[in-house]
C-alpha cells in the first residue's frame, strides 16, 4: 500500500473509493485565502510587540506558529485534491513558499527596529543576522506543516467524517475513532510533558528522562507543573483502556459472526 491508498482507506471511511481520473484543478485561490488570512492575523502581534511582557512570544507565533498552521491547512487541500484523483496546478506553492514568507519578513523588519536593543541589533550586519534568524523560523514552520497536517488535520478530519456517519446512523468501525486519537495523542502528550517538566539536558537521555517524570521515578530533571503529568497519564491510561475495549469489541463480534455461520 503506497502513501496515497493509505490516506485514502484513513480517510474515506474505511475503505477506497475509486474516483474517476478528472482533469487538472486549480485551487490557487483558496490557497492564496488562507496565506493572505494568515498575514493578517500575524500582524497583531508583530504589532503588539512588547519585549518586557512576553518574552519572544509574539514572534514565535507571527512567524513559526502560524506559517505552520498555513501550510498544514494548505496541505490538506492538496491531499483533498490528489484523493479525488485531480491534479493541482502547481503555481499554488507560490503562495505559501513566496508570498508568505516574503510577507512575514517584511512585517518583522518594523518590531526589530522599534525595539533594537530586545533583538540586539547593533550594526547592518546584526539586523541582517536577525533577518535570517526570522527566515529560518518561517521556513522551518512551513517545513513543519507536515507533521502538523499528520498529527492534527487528519486525525481531525478523520473524526468528522466518524461523527458525520454515526448521526446519520451508521456503524462506525473501532479502528477509525482509535487511530486519530491516537495521532492527536502524540502531540498533546509531547506538549503537555515539555511544559510540565524542566531543566532537562537536550540529549539522547531527554526522552528517558520524560518517561521516568510521568512514571514518578526520580531522575535528573525538575518538575514545573505537576498537573500536567496527571493530565499526560490520564490520556494514556484512556488509550490503552480504549484500545483494550476495541479488542474486546472486536472479539465479542468475530465470535457471534463465528456463531451465526
Known amino acids: 500500500m503506497d502513501f496515497w491508498h493509505a490516506v485514502e482507506t484513513l480517510s474515506d471511511r ?8 478528472q482533469p487538472m484543478r486549480s485551487i490557487s485561490f483558496p490557497v492564496a485565502i488562507i496565506s493572505l488570512t494568515t498575514l493578517a492575523i500575524a500582524t497583531v502581534p508583530l504589532v503588539l510587540l512588547d519585549p518586557d511582557r512576553a518574552d519572544g512570544l509574539p514572534m514565535l507565533l507571527s512567524l513559526f506558529l502560524f506559517p505552520m498552521i498555513a ?77 502538523l497536517w499528520a498529527l492534527v488535520v487528519l486525525p481531525l478530519r478523520m473524526l468528522g467524517l466518524a461523527a458525520f456517519d454515526a448521526i446519520r446512523g451508521e456503524r462506525v468501525a ?67 483502556g480504549s484500545a483494550i475495549w476495541a479488542r474486546a469489541v472486536s472479539g465479542a463480534r468475530n465470535k457471534r459472526n463465528t456463531g451465526e455461520a
Open 14 to 21: 474505511g475503505k477506497p473509493i475509486v474516483y474517476p481520473k
Open 174 to 240: 473501532a479502528f477509525r475513532l482509535y487511530a486519530p486519537l491516537i495521532l492527536l495523542a502524540i502531540p498533546a502528550i509531547t506538549l503537555v510533558i515539555v511544559a510540565s517538566v524542566g531543566d532537562v539536558e537536550a540529549n539522547r537521555a531527554v526522552v528517558v528522562q520524560f518517561v521516568l517524570a510521568v512514571l514518578g521515578i526520580p531522575g535528573d530533571y525538575e518538575i514545573v507543573w505537576q498537573p500536567g503529568l496527571w493530565i499526560v497519564r490520564g490520556i494514556t491510561l484512556a488509550l490503552i
Open 71 to 147: 501550510g498544514g491547512l494548505i496541505i490538506e487541500l492538496v491531499v483533498l485534491c490528489k484523493l479525488r484523483q485531480q491534479e493541482p496546478f502547481w503555481t499554488l506553492l507560490w503562495w505559501p513558499l513566496v508570498v508568505l514568507p516574503a510577507g512575514l519578513l517584511a512585517m518583522s523588519i518594523g518590531p526589530m527596529l522599534a525595539h533594537p536593543v530586545y533583538f540586539d541589533v547593533t550594526s547592518s550586519s546584526s539586523a541582517a543576522g536577525v533577518m535570517l534568524t526570522f527566515a529560518f523560523m518561517v521556513f522551518l514552520g512551513l517545513g513543519l506543516s507536515f507533521l
